[in-house]
Structure formats: structure tokens, C-alpha cells
């Protein structure tokens, strides 16, 4: 009897507890089926509880509030990952060539290690990190010649390769163009050695004759040669620096003048030349003394020409046959039956201070130079130099007041020039050679076979 009061107590304790206990774990199944279906539980879900609950991707992870998945675990987004890539709706590893800075990266797809080393101006974390091996202020730097690693296409540390200097003995190169020496010798730099009877790297005849032996030329010391060029060119070579002499430049002209014996001309003076010659040297000689010179342009002279005419000199620098040209003398009248030298009748008058005008009629002359290039002239010629080119019958040139026919009282006067004259008359002036006669009104008289003018051709 005793037992039975205990068991009352018992399941009394029972049933205080339990309802407790359900309320701060709801899931707590009793009798295999969550204690409170068709509802939602209150409280916030943990990411250590080891259900894949709240806005997670998976048990425990992703979703943003729970750490983020590692690969193979279900995903939403690239965020619900460590290596930030979600592909098909899992996690994948880190790779070099997923386009994202995951893992060890210390920038996209390289650096860390595991990826190949990133470029310049991308992030790092040590030289390692950067193909140029240089890491300064987080990121990776350009290779220089300062920078005291191997990088660019140097052959050792800061140096060779053609774009640092030279390499000094020991160091690696890849050509004798990376060292000092000039000598690289199983991929190192070699010393150079002066006697070893080799000619070798930057010895040269300078430095060491006993192994180069003697200099073709002085350093600096320039050679001319006209093999290959035309006249008056030449070609020019320089000694290098090693003693030897450098390779000749293209052909180039030399001197003031291009062809030896040549000769130019120019004029002088008064329509003079003088001339002078390229020397085999290619270079002009002096010019020779103004020869051939004549007249200046402009200038007149009177020697040969009447009291009251000149020559005046052409442009080309020649005195004219004739004298063209009136000077200072002017026209007058005069009594009598004459004028003065230089001067020709131009009409006749009737002056009574001149005397009675009863023979002849008409006693005072009007008197005109005799110069220009063509004269009216009172009478039957013209005066020296002219030659007649046609007549007429003048009153003012008679000496009576009228004009018979077929009489000519006056004539037409040119100058003799030029390489053809029609001459009334039946003679060419000196000088010219008859080509043909005619008749001509203009000379005279013409009927039946009357010949008054002659056709003339200079000599």
C-alpha cells in the first residue's frame, strides 16, 4: 500500500514538467511527429543546429546570415560560397580561371602561389606575387634597372638583356652583348683576359694590341672614296671606336660644281661674257675678264652722223647703221636757195625781206633738221643715209605757185635700214643688192613700160 502514494507523486512531477519542456524546444517529437504541425514555431533558427533551416542554402551556411558554403554545398548566389562561385546551384573550388579573386588570389585569377604571378598595376602581397617580381604598396610594379630583382628580359639582377647594363663577371647572360666583357661563356660572364693570344668580347687594338694586333685607322678619323659614285661625288667612313673602320654611307656630292672641265657662262658689263671652269677638284675657278663687251644701251654718239643726228645704242649693245636719233638742232628759216649743213628745204615762201621774188619766185627756205627715221624733203633726193620712197608734187615746195603733171617738187625720205627697200629710182643704196623693178605710182610717172621703183635686199 505503501507504493501506490509514490507512483501519484511520480507521475504528478510528470506531468507539472513536460508541457515545460516542450515549450523551449517545439521540435521535440513524442510521439515520432513534430509536436506542433500545420504552424509556425516561434524563435530564430541557429547555424550550429544541424538543420538547413531560416534563409539558408544549406545545413548551416549561405543565405547571408550563416557563413558562407564550402564546394559541393547547395547555392543560391556567389555569395553563399567561400570561393565565391556558384555554379548550377552548388559551391565550386577555387580556380585560376574562373574570373573571380578567390583562395590565395591576391588578385583575380593570380598571385597566392597557387595561380601564375600577376601584372603590372594588379593587387599583391610580395614579389611573388607579380611576374616582374616586384611588390611595392600592394601592388605589382613595372621591371626597372634599380629594382634588385631579375625581371623584364634582364639576364641577372638588374642587368643584361639589352635594356640594363651590362653584366659584370659571374653574373648570367645570354649573349656577349650582356656583359662587361663582352664575353659570355656557359651562360655566365667570362673575365676578359689580355695575352690569352684571342682577339676576343670588347678587347680591341687599342686595348689590347698583343692579342688584336695593330688599328687599321685612329678612332674618329674619317676616309673618302669615289669607288661606285658619279662625278664629282664621293662616299665617307669613320674608324669605330674598336680601331676598325666602319662600313662607307651613301654617295654624296662634294665641291661647288658637278662635272670637271665643265665651263658657264654669264654676261657682263655691256652685253660682255666671261666664263669659268670646274676644276677636277669640283670646284668653280675665277671667272675670266669681261671681253666682248659694247655699246651701253641708251648712249648716243654723233661720229658719222650730221650736225643735227646721232646713233642711239640699241639693247644690244650695238651702234645702228643709221643715225636715228635728232639732237639739240632745231628749225629756222633762211634766205637764199640753201640751208645750213644738217638741215633740209620743207617748204619755200615768198619774203620780200628777203629781196625782190622774181626769180626765184620764192626766195626764203623753212629749213628743218635732217634726222628721225623718215623726212619730207623739197627737191628731186634725200639727203646722205635716207633713200626716196615715194614723190609728189608740192606747192609749198615749188618755186612757182603750181604744180605741172608728172612733175614731183617733193620726196618721201626714209632711212636706209632694215633688210628690204622699195627705192624710187632705178639703184639700191649701197650695202643692198637689187631683187626685182617695177613700176610704181607712188615714185612717179607709170605708163607702158615705165620702171620707176626697184625691190632691195641687204647684203
Known amino acids: 500500500m505503501s507504493s501506490i502514494p509514490n507512483l501519484v507523486v511520480f507521475m504528478l512531477a510528470l506531468f507539472l514538467v513536460l508541457p515545460a519542456c516542450m515549450e523551449k524546444n517545439p521540435q521535440v517529437e513524442v510521439d515520432g511527429s513534430p509536436a506542433d504541425q500545420g504552424r509556425e514555431l ?64 591576391t588578385d583575380v585569377d593570380c598571385g597566392g602561389g597557387t595561380c601564375q604571378p600577376c601584372t603590372v598595376k594588379q593587387q599583391c602581397l610580395a614579389g611573388t606575387d607579380c611576374v616582374t617580381g616586384v611588390c611595392a604598396a600592394g601592388a605589382c610594379a613595372a621591371a626597372t634597372c634599380t629594382d634588385k630583382a631579375k625581371n623584364g628580359i634582364e639576364t641577372d639582377v638588374d642587368c643584361g638583356g639589352g635594356d640594363c647594363p651590362p653584366c659584370a663577371d659571374g653574373n648570367n647572360c645570354a649573349s656577349g652583348t650582356d656583359c662587361v666583357s663582352a664575353i659570355c661563356s656557359g651562360g655566365s660572364c667570362a673575365k676578359l683576359v689580355c695575352g690569352d693570344k684571342v682577339c676576343e668580347g670588347n678587347e680591341t687594338c687599342i686595348t689590347c694590341k698583343q692579342d688584336c694586333g695593330a688599328c687599321q685607322c685612329t678612332p674618329g678619323q674619317t676616309g673618302t672614296s669615289s669607288g661606285g659614285c658619279s662625278s664629282c661625288e664621293q662616299k665617307t667612313r669613320t674608324c669605330l671606336t674598336n680601331g676598325k673602320w666602319g662600313a662607307y654611307g651613301a654617295c654624296t656630292a662634294y665641291g661647288n660644281c658637278t662635272i670637271p672641265g665643265v665651263i658657264q657662262a654669264r654676261t657682263c658689263g655691256n652685253c660682255g661674257t666671261q666664263s669659268r671652269t670646274c676644276s677636277s677638284s669640283c670646284v668653280w675657278g675665277s671667272w675670266s675678264a669681261c671681253s666682248g663687251q659694247g655699246c651701253k644701251p641708251g648712249t648716243t654718239k654723233t661720229s658719222g652722223c650730221g650736225p643735227c643726228s646721232a646713233k642711239k645704242c640699241t639693247s644690244s649693245c650695238t651702234w645702228p647703221s643709221s643715225c636715228d636719233v635728232c639732237t639739240t638742232c632745231k628749225s629756222h628759216t633762211v634766205c637764199g636757195s640753201y640751208c645750213p649743213p644738217g638741215h633740209h628745204v620743207k617748204s619755200r615762201v615768198c619774203n620780200k625781206s628777203c629781196g625782190i621774188c622774181s626769180y626765184p619766185p620764192k626766195n626764203q627756205l623753212n629749213c628743218q633738221p635732217t634726222c628721225g627715221a623718215s623726212i619730207s624733203v623739197c627737191g628731186y633726193v634725200c639727203p646722205s643715209g635716207y633713200y626716196v620712197s615715194s614723190r609728189s608734187c608740192k606747192i609749198g615746195c615749188s618755186t612757182l605757185n603750181h604744180c605741172y603733171q608728172y612733175s614731183y617738187t617733193s620726196v618721201f625720205c626714209r632711212l636706209i635700214t ?42
Open 418 to 459: 632694215g633688210p628690204f627697200l622699195y627705192v624710187c629710182g632705178g639703184y639700191c643704196p649701197s650695202g643692198y643688192s637689187e631683187v626685182s623693178k617695177s613700176c610704181s605710182t607712188a615714185c612717179g610717172y607709170c605708163k607702158g613700160s615705165v620702171i620707176n621703183r626697184v625691190y632691195c635686199k641687204k647684203n
Open 42 to 105: 516561434a524563435g530564430p533558427a541557429g547555424c550550429t543546429d544541424g538543420v538547413k533551416n531560416g534563409a539558408e542554402t544549406d545545413i548551416d551556411c549561405g543565405g547571408g546570415t550563416c557563413p558562407s558554403c564550402t564546394p559541393q554545398l547547395a547555392c543560391a548566389k556567389a555569395s553563399d560560397c567561400n570561393s565565391d562561385v556558384c555554379t548550377n546551384g552548388k559551391c565550386a573550388a577555387s580556380g585560376c580561371t574562373d574570373g573571380v579573386k578567390n583562395g590565395a588570389e
